[in-house]
């Protein structure tokens, strides 16, 4: 059965950083792109990051370019979201997400529950 | 970036009858090379993460009950939920992941009337 558990969440002051962490189990980990999902309170779904089986090739949404940095351990089974420069527009509940198949352009099959960020002063 | 409007934004419906939501893309999603519409529907219960329920804009999920449907192509996809059960009470998203960033609707949300 997949798993997916993040952590790593938390209130976090304007301008701040917080590293998010995505514990990946029961299934091949290193075979598949991974995602970043948001969800503001109250609001939709945001697609915000994915990388490569490799960790060679990432993707970001505009509003997160050059704060965010995504990065996985397939030694740990581990996807991480670096968060610099928070703003109260990034106040979400982040969730994992495994990429179905070998590519970037497949839907989301599992999701982890979430972990929620807040930034606020 | 290929937007995605999902219509209506929110619709009640007796248990028992149908529910229909519609999504638009802003450009087709229709990969011509393998005849696949790259588009997703997922349902978001109160409190959970989402779950997914359609691939291809079509193709059931492991596990979805055979009320729920997927149809369209290129830019109009629909979702039906053939006789509303209870259980159904969700938000539910469509996302195109023919091109990043991967969008998705704004999300409609099914209530029972």
């Known amino acids: 059965e997949v798993q997916l558990v993040e952590s790593g969440g938390g209130l976090v002051q304007p301008g701040g950083s917080l590293r998010l962490s995505c514990a990946a189990s029961?299934?091949?980990?290193?075979?598949?792109?991974m995602s970043w999902v948001r969800q503001a309170p109250g609001k939709g779904l945001e697609w915000v990051s994915s990388?490569?089986?490799?960790?060679?090739?990432?993707f970001y949404v505009d509003s997160v370019k050059g704060r965010f940095t995504i990065s996985r351990d397939n030694a740990r089974n581990s996807l991480c979201l670096q968060m610099n420069s928070l703003r109260a527009e990034d106040t979400a509940v982040y969730y994992c997400?495994?990429?179905?198949?070998?590519?970037?352009?497949?839907?989301?099959?599992?999701w982890g529950r979430g972990t929620l960020v807040t930034v606020s002063s | 970036d290929i937007v995605v409007t999902q219509s209506p934004d929110s619709l009640a419906v007796s248990l028992g009858e149908r529910a229909t939501i519609n999504c638009k893309s802003s450009?087709?999603?229709?990969?011509?090379?393998?005849?696949?519409?790259?588009l997703a529907w997922y349902q978001q219960k109160p409190g959970q993460p989402p779950t997914l329920l359609f691939y291809w804009a079509s193709t059931r999920e492991s596990g979805v009950p055979d009320r729920f449907s997927g149809s369209g192509s290129g830019t109009d996809f629909t979702l039906t939920i053939s006789s509303l059960q209870a259980e159904d009470v969700a938000v539910y998203y469509c996302?195109?992941?023919?091109?990043?960033?991967?969008?998705f609707g704004q999300g409609t949300k099914v209530e029972i009337k």
């Open positions: 990388i490569k089986q490799d960790g060679n090739e990432q």
């Open positions: 996302q195109q992941y023919y091109s990043t960033p991967q969008t």
């Open positions: 997400g495994k990429v179905n198949e070998n590519t970037a352009y497949r839907h989301i099959d599992s």
């Open positions: 029961g299934f091949t980990f290193s075979s598949h792109w």
């Open positions: 450009q087709s999603v229709l990969y011509s090379s393998n005849n696949k519409n790259y």
